[in-house]
């Protein structure tokens, strides 16, 4: 503005034949210092932002995946919930910076020119380009109604591609056993090509909006300000300075405008990813993570009640569940496939919320926010990070020692692996996903860092499927030894191994058929009998077939 009140000036100070003086100087040099000092912060200002916004929005999201829990992620699926943090934090955060910003502006900036024209130029001129520039807002939000729906299609198509991306790197070794590489590749193919329609369409509406805007605006826009120039200064209200001075700063408030249009494809798709990442964040959580009650696990043992869960709302996969786990028991959870034990396992460790039914230490009832308060847990499958040993020990226990952790190590049958030199292992990377380690290895670490975190319960989900026959037998004597008040609830199908708990639990369809001391329920008719009895079975078949072998 202050450059064409100077272009103004010198056409008015050339028509009258008079040199331009030295304030007209120092008033350029003065807007172009302030031009230079502008065109180099506002860069450094929005990135610096933008990383700020993408940081906090990042560490936001994540926390509210933690907050949401594992289920609730694998119900969302993996691969929306990454697309999200990564791809649509990005886009947001573009959004606001490099659209709302310009947004904002294309609506305040002809206003302030207008204003600006009021005060310096010519009020009448300012008054009645009001008329067009009051087009600008319901151009810009006209445009962003009519094409939200085009940006959401868009977005829901990038989040099928990186899910089906995620699903394919997953699965490589079983895709490439399977001959599967080609379905895989023409379902990712698919996947893009819907991509790349969504796009196209975003920018053809683009180009619609740019057509919009430079054919009609910017020409409404710029004929009437040179209209007004040449009738105000015809009628001697203004200078022919002035007359200039107002047609450069009508270009002015088109800047903004063009600037909208141009990224308006930013616009869209960000305001589609606000949406995404306002959607996952509604997602309910448990609310009272941050203040569990103060139950008396290690002193009065876990009582359920009735309890009734289910994935659905509809259909329940436990059903009046009730049972006793005294203070420092032990307790394996047998069943058929299917037959709930691992959602058992999930409401104790507080994953699932039980639909009915109460929880209690026998006195005060706890929620799930307490339960994953109490419990420590050991998976199926160890998850372990492409850390060093150390940190994948730390990040259950971040206050434990060296010493703890080493101890912690050797409880869980790793001692001899550790070897003369512990420090030096505990630096250790693992690899990726703990690639380094064999299964039993990454079984026993988790075991060990289940034990670092010391909670009144200790639940492990078949603890022992990746453990040969001598290892599982040192980790269960593990568990054997440990600390009185620590009660375990081990889920196994290992038979074999039952006599090492003080009870057995069997369940069928989501209900407790039977449960009590090994011995009584091997005299009872029913699942564990009939169990041990094939397995008897078949160990005998097995033993005549060797014999039969070696005297051949
Ligand atoms: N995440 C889930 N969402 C919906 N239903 C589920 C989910 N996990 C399990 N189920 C259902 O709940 C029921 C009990 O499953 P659960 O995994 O608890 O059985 P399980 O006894 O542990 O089986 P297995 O021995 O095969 O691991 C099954 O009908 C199963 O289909």
Redesign the pocket.
């Known amino acids: 503005a202050g450059l064409s009140v100077l272009a103004g000036r010198a056409v008015d100070l050339l028509a009258a034949n008079a040199p331009l003086d030295a304030g007209w100087y120092w008033g350029a040099a003065g807007e172009l210092a302030t031009i230079a000092l502008c065109a180099l912060l506002i860069p450094i200002i929005i990135a610096r932002t933008s990383g700020y916004m993408t940081k906090h929005q990042r560490e936001r999201l994540m926390h509210h995946y933690l907050s949401i829990g594992p289920?609730a992620v694998?119900r969302v699926g993996e691969g929306e919930l990454v697309h999200t943090a990564m791809d649509m934090v990005d886009r947001s955060v573009k959004y606001r910076s490099a659209f709302m910003g310009p947004a904002i502006a294309a609506v305040a900036t002809p206003l302030l020119v207008l204003l600006f024209i009021g005060m310096v130029v010519d009020p009448v001129s300012a008054g009645l380009l009001l008329i067009p520039t009051a087009l600008v807002p319901v151009i810009v939000i006209g445009f962003q109604k009519l094409f939200s729906g085009s940006s959401g299609a868009y977005r829901r198509a990038q989040g099928i591609l990186t899910a089906t991306f995620l699903d394919a790197l997953r699965s490589l070794g079983m895709l490439k056993l399977n001959g599967g590489g080609s379905w895989m590749g023409q379902r990712i193919a698919a996947a893009s090509e819907r991509v790349r329609q969504q796009v196209m369409k975003l920018l053809a509406r683009n180009q619609l909006v740019l057509l919009v805007i430079d054919a009609s605006f910017a020409v409404l826009l710029l004929s009437t300000a040179a209209a007004l120039a040449w009738w105000r200064s015809n009628t001697g209200a203004i200078t022919t300075g002035e007359a200039v001075c107002l047609v450069i700063l009508s270009f002015l408030m088109l800047a903004p405008v063009n600037y909208v249009g141009s990224f308006f494809y930013i616009g869209m798709t960000g305001k589609a990813a606000e949406q995404k990442i306002a959607e996952i964040k509604s997602l309910p959580f448990h609310q009272s993570v941050a203040n569990p009650l103060d139950v008396d696990l290690r002193a009065r043992g876990l009582v359920l009640e009735n309890i009734c869960a289910s994935?659905?709302g509809e259909h329940r996969?436990l059903h009046k569940i009730s049972a006793t786990f005294p203070a420092g028991s032990r307790t394996a959870i047998i069943?058929?496939?299917?037959?709930?034990?691992?959602?058992?396992l999930r409401v104790l460790q507080g994953q699932l919320e039980a639909s009915e039914g109460t929880i209690s230490d026998g006195r005060m009832g706890m929620g799930p926010a307490t339960l994953k308060g109490k419990s420590a847990v050991v998976e199926q499958n160890a998850i372990l990070f492409s850390l060093s040993l150390r940190e994948n020990l730390q990040l259950a226990a971040p206050k434990a020692s060296d010493e703890q952790m080493i101890h912690a190590l050797q409880q869980a049958g790793l001692g001899a692996w550790l070897g003369d030199n512990p420090g030096e292992r505990l630096e250790e990377k693992l690899g990726e996903s703990g690639a380094r380690l064999s299964g039993g290895q990454a079984q026993r670490l988790a075991i060990a860092r289940a034990l670092l975190v010391d909670r009144p319960l200790l639940l492990l989900d078949e603890p022992s499927s990746a453990l040969d026959v001598q290892t599982e037998e040192e980790v269960l004597k593990t568990l054997r030894s440990l600390d009185s008040s620590v009660t375990v609830i081990t889920?196994t199908?290992r038979l074999g191994l039952l006599r090492d708990y003080d009870r057995v639990i069997v369940?069928d369809e989501?209900q407790i058929i039977q449960s009590g001391q090994l011995a009584e329920l091997l005299e009872t008719p029913g699942y564990l009998k009939n169990a041990m009895a094939d397995f008897q079975t078949r160990a005998h078949q097995l033993s005549g077939t060797a014999t039969a072998g070696e005297q051949q």
């Open positions: 289920l694998r994935y659905d996969a069943g058929a496939s299917g037959s709930g034990k691992t959602t058992l889920v199908h369940m989501g």
